[in-house]
């Protein structure tokens, strides 16, 4: 579910990634729309994988995530000027790989 919020306010807000100085690596790999986007479908086949019970929509998803949310915590962590929204996706790197660990 945070994936997905996360997804939608990067999609309703694009000033977020357009002005906010510690997004400036991730605006220049990503579109707001597109990566937006990419949280949501990702996060919505997580709870699909879930209630369906679904192995395979699981594995792609969480890994899908897992990738996404690894990203964000490098470039937060490498750009300018000092945060700590890196904690928070560290955090969320950190769940993903605990999903897929026990989805193994």
């Given at each position: 579910?945070?994936?997905?919020?996360?997804?939608?306010?990067?999609i309703?807000?694009?000033?977020?990634?357009?002005?906010?100085?510690?997004?400036?690596?991730?605006?220049?790999?990503?579109?707001?729309?597109?990566?937006?986007?990419?949280?949501?479908?990702?996060?919505?086949?997580?709870?699909?994988?879930?209630?369906?019970?679904?192995?395979?929509?699981k594995?792609?998803?969480?890994?899908?995530?897992?990738?996404?949310?690894?990203?964000?915590?490098?470039?937060?962590?490498?750009?300018?000027?000092?945060?700590?929204?890196?904690?928070?996706?560290?955090?969320?790197?950190?769940?993903?790989?605990?999903?897929?660990?026990?989805?193994?």
């Amino acid at each position: 579910m945070t994936s997905i919020l996360f997804g939608a306010q990067l999609i309703l807000y694009p000033h977020i990634l357009q002005t906010y100085k510690i997004y400036t690596l991730i605006r220049e790999l990503f579109d707001n729309t597109a990566i937006g986007l990419a949280f949501i479908i990702l996060g919505l086949l997580k709870i699909i994988g879930i209630i369906i019970n679904n192995r395979a929509i699981k594995y792609v998803s969480i890994r899908g995530l897992l990738f996404l949310w690894l990203v964000f915590f490098i470039a937060f962590l490498i750009s300018p000027p000092p945060n700590t929204v890196w904690v928070y996706s560290l955090a969320m790197v950190m769940l993903a790989t605990g999903s897929a660990y026990k989805e193994g």
